[in-house]
């Protein structure tokens, strides 16, 4: 089969589309024949986190396609069947955070910019009927991330003023979808100023530029309930100066740098929260497909790919070109 694969090099040069063995399911685990796929941000990432002497590596977290064959005792899913693929694997239940041993699709196993894929058969979940093979393919990563950072640790609640810092990504084109259905104000930010209007024809209340050092007058000196933050070192002082008193900001990314000075004094006077999350569990990506089911939400989908066209997916994605989700579509 043809698939992504990182191999010998570090980084972008040892990336090379090329033939790969099909791989057979074990006990428990089903082969899903891929229909499309969707970049992260983690992909990028991950070709300096796999090293050059690791054995190769198909990346890749999100995909969906059609179950091909099912190893010995699985009962969920059957040949033909249409599939999502969790990217979670080892958490189930619901918990503080991840148990030991939670891993993500695509390091250190095999991943999604493949023909085909090898998963616990636990990770193949009914494909929403309502989504496009494009639309299932990019959803999985950045909405699980989206739905536990706003539900589970935001508790975002109707009427609540929201902060969604760097709206080009594609967890915080979920998170503007997820707040405005919860029924809270989004506020966003975009160094672009094509993205700053494409957020507002997608719900935003207002869209402000993220360069600018004057967040508060931009916003009419408007405080927000909760920000989620993923941008990093570049917008995470700004973010924490637009909360309320006592309000709350939730983090899960760093794109621009991962270690920021913080004032502790003014942080403690404010009375503030701040909370980390990460992806989520299997029982909150099947309350998070409820929920976008319930509400129609679709993945804002930036472009698509053939998974040849990597060079040019990966390069839209480190120029932060996208708004939204960068998808494959997996050939025959
Ligand atoms: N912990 C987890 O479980 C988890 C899960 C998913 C994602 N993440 C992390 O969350 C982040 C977003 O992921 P993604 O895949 O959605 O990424 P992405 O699509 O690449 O989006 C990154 C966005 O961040 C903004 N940005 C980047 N550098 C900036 C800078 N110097 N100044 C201001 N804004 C900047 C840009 O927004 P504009 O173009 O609008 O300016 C850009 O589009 C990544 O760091 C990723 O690793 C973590």
Not at 152 to 177: D, N, W
Request: proline share 4%.
């Amino acid at each position: 089969m043809k698939a992504l694969v990182h191999a010998e090099k570090a980084g972008f040069e040892g990336l090379k589309f090329r033939d790969f063995n099909k791989l057979e399911p074990k006990e428990g685990e089903v082969v899903v024949k891929l229909k499309a796929a969707g970049l992260n941000h983690r992909d990028l990432f991950i070709l300096n986190r796999h090293k050059p002497t690791d054995p190769p590596l198909i990346i890749g977290s999100d995909g969906a396609g059609v179950i091909d064959s099912v190893g010995a005792g699985v009962t969920n899913v059957k040949i033909g069947e249409e599939v999502i693929i969790n990217p979670s694997l080892g958490w189930q239940k619901n918990s503080d955070a991840p148990p030991s041993g939670f891993e993500i699709v695509g390091l250190p196993y095999h991943g999604t910019f493949a023909e085909y894929i090898v998963i616990p058969a636990e990770n193949a979940v009914s494909k929403p009927a309502y989504l496009s093979w494009e639309e299932a393919g990019v959803l999985s990563l950045a909405a699980l991330t989206a739905y536990r950072a706003l539900f589970t640790r935001g508790k975002v609640q109707s009427g609540m003023k929201v902060l969604i810092p760097g709206i080009g990504s594609g967890v915080a084109t979920f998170l503007l979808q997820f707040a405005k259905a919860a029924g809270a104000k989004v506020y966003v930010t975009s160094r672009s100023q094509e993205k700053r209007e494409k957020a507002l024809q997608l719900g935003a209340d207002k869209a402000i530029d993220s360069n600018n050092d004057d967040w508060e007058s931009m916003l009419d000196g408007e405080k927000v309930d909760l920000a989620i933050e993923s941008v990093g070192a570049a917008t995470f002082n700004k973010t924490l100066d637009q909360l309320r008193l006592g309000g709350t900001m939730v983090t899960f990314g760093a794109s621009a740098g991962d270690v920021v000075d913080f004032d502790l004094r003014k942080f403690f006077y404010g009375q503030y929260n701040l909370l980390g999350t990460t992806m989520g569990s299997s029982e909150e990506y099947v309350e998070m497909l409820q929920f976008i089911e319930k509400n129609q939400i679709r993945p804002v989908l930036d472009r698509t790919f053939s998974l040849s066209q990597f060079e040019s997916a990966f390069s839209r994605m480190e120029k932060a070109e996208q708004l939204g989700k960068i998808g494959f579509i997996i050939e025959e």
